[in-house]
DNA sequence: CCATATCTGTTTCAGTTGAAACGAGTTGGC
DNA sequence: GCCAACTCGTTTCAACTGAAACAGATATGG
């Protein structure tokens, strides 16, 4: 059992293809429309609900604070959110699509889930099913394993 | 056909995978070894053959070439591999493991198998082999995608 | 042979990262 | 009320990253 085969080990092929597809995604982003991964998930999450606070990305994008606090700044320099603040509380921000930033999240949404769907043709619609249902529990495992050391 | 729910959307439901068990596996490396993952990854090769040119791992670990130097550097200073001189070709190094290296690769070697091992508990075998062969196929599509753009 | 092209591994450099320190705002206990 | 503890978002800082420039060694071809 102390065959390491890097090519079968799952971290290692998990990483590989993880950073492979994210590589070819944030070239078309950047190409298509000069932003990168953390502002197009910042996008992302906007576009299901607005407004939020900068706290409110973070739980949702699995991204730290520094990382969208200059995602967002940057989205604001180009006229895509604009940054509010909340009435009731100063601390918090209010983000939300700018006309702009509409916009982009029109054009943007569309050409993510067009490369995502030319990339999952080598699937069934009941193996990717499968496929998405295995990688909810392979991270399931990884919050009990988290959960029990303490 | 609009709906970005960025939780169903593989490319960022992988990296956040791929992310959470690479921290995982570093945190523990880091603390029982001193060694990143470039430098494990180094390791693992050498493993399976030697020695080997810095070339031959960059090819078989998709590192690239800085990464890879630098990693063979660490483990150089460490007094974990030797680096010496190909003598046909000297442009060419020929790594490989000193005592202590060996000695290293053997117990880092089955901390991480036995972590993967702990962490695949909740995948039936047969599960865990038809996600492999999934992954597998996910990633010759990215090998068709790309080859068709040229 | 000599000039040029190619190959190897290292280094440089500008950009990115995330942990930690921070300032401003708010809450809770007394 | 007031002080301490906490929360939110920004900034700092040291480490990491990879593309490109690089230097040395080898191959090619005229």
């Not at 092929?13 to 910042?42: D, H, T």
């Not at 699995?62 to 509380?89: I, Q, Y």
């Not at 006309?99 to 990717?128: F, H, M, N």
Request: aromatic content about 6%.
């Amino acid at each position: 059992m102390n065959d390491l085969d890097l090519d079968g080990f799952l971290p290692y092929r998990l990483n590989v293809l993880a950073k492979r597809v994210s590589k070819e995604l944030s070239r078309r982003y950047q190409q298509a429309f000069g932003i990168a991964i953390p502002e197009w998930r910042v996008m992302a999450i906007l576009g299901r609900e607005q407004p939020l606070s900068s706290n409110d990305i973070v739980e949702r994008s699995h991204m730290d604070k520094a990382k969208v606090s200059r995602a967002v700044n940057t989205l604001v320099g180009l006229g895509h959110l604009s940054r509010d603040v909340h009435p009731g509380d100063q601390r918090l921000l209010r983000l939300s699509f700018t006309p702009s930033g509409r916009d982009l999240y029109q054009r943007i949404a569309p050409l993510a889930l067009e490369w995502e769907a030319q990339w999952l043709t080598c699937l069934l619609p009941d193996e990717l099913a499968h496929y998405k249902a295995l990688c909810d529990r392979l991270e399931q495992q990884l919050d009990d394993m988290g959960a029990e050391e303490a």
